[in-house]
C-alpha cells in the first residue's frame, strides 16, 4: 500500500513560475508582429499576402488592381440560369476584391467591377463606399487618404 500523503499533489501555483514568458508578455509580443495583411480574391481563387509596411501594402494593392482591371476587361457576363434567366449588368458584375486589413484599424479594399470600374469601400462585414465607382488611381487616392498613407503611383 503507497502512502499517498507523502507526494503531495501538484497545485496551479507551482507551475506558476515554471514559463519562460508571461501571459502578458506573449501577447504583447504577438501583437506587436502583426503586419498588414491582404487577401485577394479574383473569381474563385483567394490570394493572402503579409506586407512589411503599410506603404509597401498599399502599393501590393495597386499591383493587384492592375491585374484585376485586366481581368475585368476579359470577363464576360455571366447569366443567371433558374426558373428566371436573366443578364447581369456589367455595372453590378464584381470580377475581384482586394482587401487590406491592418492591425487595430478598419478594414478597407476595393472592388473591380466587369465595367472597368473601381469601388474603394471600407468595413469587413458592412462595407461603405468611399467614393462612387470610378479609376484604379482615383480609388486607390481615396483608400490612401483614409489611411493617411501617400498614395503610389
Given at each position: 500500500m503507497s502512502d499517498r500523503s507523502a507526494v503531495s499533489p501538484r497545485r496551479h501555483r507551482d507551475?506558476?513560475?515554471?514559463r519562460p514568458h508571461s501571459r502578458l508578455a506573449l501577447v504583447a509580443s504577438v501583437c506587436?508582429?502583426?503586419k498588414p495583411r491582404l487577401i485577394a480574391r479574383l473569381g474563385s481563387s483567394v490570394r493572402r499576402e503579409v506586407c512589411a509596411?503599410?506603404?509597401?501594402?498599399?502599393?501590393?494593392?495597386?499591383?493587384?488592381?492592375?491585374?484585376?482591371?485586366?481581368?475585368?476587361?476579359?470577363?464576360?457576363?455571366?447569366?443567371?440560369?433558374?426558373?428566371?434567366?436573366?443578364?447581369?449588368?456589367?455595372?453590378?458584375?464584381v470580377v475581384a476584391r482586394i482587401e487590406l486589413r491592418r492591425p487595430g484599424c478598419e478594414a478597407c479594399g476595393i472592388d473591380v467591377r466587369a465595367d472597368g470600374t473601381v469601388l474603394p469601400f471600407v468595413g469587413r462585414w458592412r462595407r461603405r463606399a468611399l467614393t462612387s465607382p470610378g479609376t484604379l488611381a482615383a480609388a486607390l487616392a481615396a483608400l490612401a487618404e483614409r489611411a493617411g498613407l501617400d498614395a503610389p503611383h
Open positions: 507551475y506558476a513560475g515554471s506587436s508582429r502583426r509596411s503599410e506603404s509597401s501594402a498599399l502599393a501590393r494593392l495597386a499591383e493587384l488592381g492592375e491585374e484585376a482591371l485586366a481581368a475585368a476587361r476579359s470577363a464576360r457576363t455571366p447569366l443567371l440560369v433558374g426558373r428566371l434567366t436573366r443578364a447581369i449588368d456589367r455595372s453590378q458584375l
